[in-house]
């Protein structure tokens, strides 16, 4: 198999996304999860995306998004990630509507926001509670034209069952064909996005308990460095 293709584990909304970023910069990939986007635990989400648009005329802008945010977080958030998050968020909110995202919206056109936990502006937006589902459509649509060009390869219903790690580097990811059992061995890079840990809270959690740290543990064992487990 060709070794200058990245290897995505999860296609969920992070998933999804980091296919979309390569496949604009011509860098092939293989989309490898256990079930299709459709039934990811993005779908899931409710609340919004929120984004320092100042669309209601609060003033706002994305210092105060980081203030929040690093006041949500109790100042245990890496600073620096999150000033990257804030500063491209309204830029993100703007390109998911433009490919089709159905966010609510004022009669000017601009995007409606509102209140949502933790933030001291109007900046959230949204969808009624289905913003998880609408953006994850809209993703999968857009995904849908790097996927009929080639540089996308999905391997849905497929998990992974080993890695190959050496130096730091990942070698190789070994996927299990969920309908055949055959195993695959697919060359690296590969980005783990794999989501939460809420199939190891079953019954304490309203989300998906496919999320069972299945990949998080293999890696660990193979050697992978993890990093600020406490969140």
Known sequence: MDIDKVCILGAGLAGISAA????????????????????AQ????????????????????PQMHFED???????????NAV???????????????CIGTPFAAKQDGSLMLRNFGGQKKKRTAYAMSSTGKVIMTALIDELRKYEACGLVERYSRHEAA???????KCLFVDIHDLYTDELIRLPGPVIAACGGLGGLFSGCTTGTVCNNANVQSLLFAAGAEFGNLEM
């Open 162 to 168: 080993s890695f190959g790690i050496e130096d730091g």
């Open 83 to 97: 000033m990257d998050l804030v500063n491209a968020a309204p830029e993100l909110a703007l390109w998911l509507a």
């Open 20 to 39: 979309i970023e390569l496949a604009k910069n011509g860098i092939g990939c293989r989309l490898v999860s256990q079930q299709p986007s459709e039934r």
């Open 42 to 61: 993005s779908v899931l989400a409710e609340g919004g995306f929120n984004a320092a648009l100042d669309t209601m005329g609060e003033g706002d802008c």
């Open 69 to 79: 945010t690093m006041r949500g977080g109790c100042g245990l958030a890496d600073p």
